[in-house]
């Protein structure tokens, strides 16, 4: 059953229902504009920064190493540093970042329209709980991860909030994640290229693998685009 099918099937059963394609070109277009804007932007990216850094200590903690700090910086950037034994271990964790972060978004906007989508707000809230109490200490990652544990607490608190809202917030959630790892991993290409020493987890994976960053950025750049064209697909009945 395709999306268009099922959202009208859950609107006549008075369930959950895909937003419009009006409201997702209006969403797209803002969250590209949005982003360019230094402060607000920042705020909005660090969205994908808590994913992306978290995607680090989760990966640790399954392979059986350990998490000693993660930090969200105020340019949008951050750091999870973590200790593996074993290269393999070291590489799953380096490699986890920018693949997860991008299926996770797709996993988002699959949810859409679906009734399941709103434990993601109990998600949300319980990772940036563990976050704040077990690794995040800088300034700025305290405060930013605060306000976003509130804002999920409180969406779950207002009654009919979610039910209301879920698939518009979860689209624009999605979509930023999308877009924000997607330039993310390009500019990982250029900075593998032009300072493959600086190339952050690119270069992590170079110095275990002995194959150069660029490869590395490559890959998670392919994996990007392929998440957006999964993506488009996922929308493109809405469209027709």
Known sequence: MDL????????????????????????????????????????????NTLIHELSHAFMAILTGGKVSEIKLNDNASGSCTTKSKGKFKTFLVSSSGYIFSAFFSYLLLYSLGKFWNQYFFYFFLIISIIALIFWIRNLYGIIWTLVFASINFALILIPNAISNFSNYILLLFGLLILIDNLIACISLLYISITSPKKAGDATNIAKTTKIPAFFWSLIFLAVALFVVYKSYLLFLPIFQ
């Open 4 to 47: 268009i099918c099922y959202a009208i099937k859950l609107k006549n059963h008075g369930g959950f229902g895909m937003p419009d394609k009006i409201f997702i070109i209006v969403s797209l277009v803002l969250i590209i504009l949005v982003i360019r804007i230094k402060n607000i932007g920042i705020a909005f990216r660090s969205i």
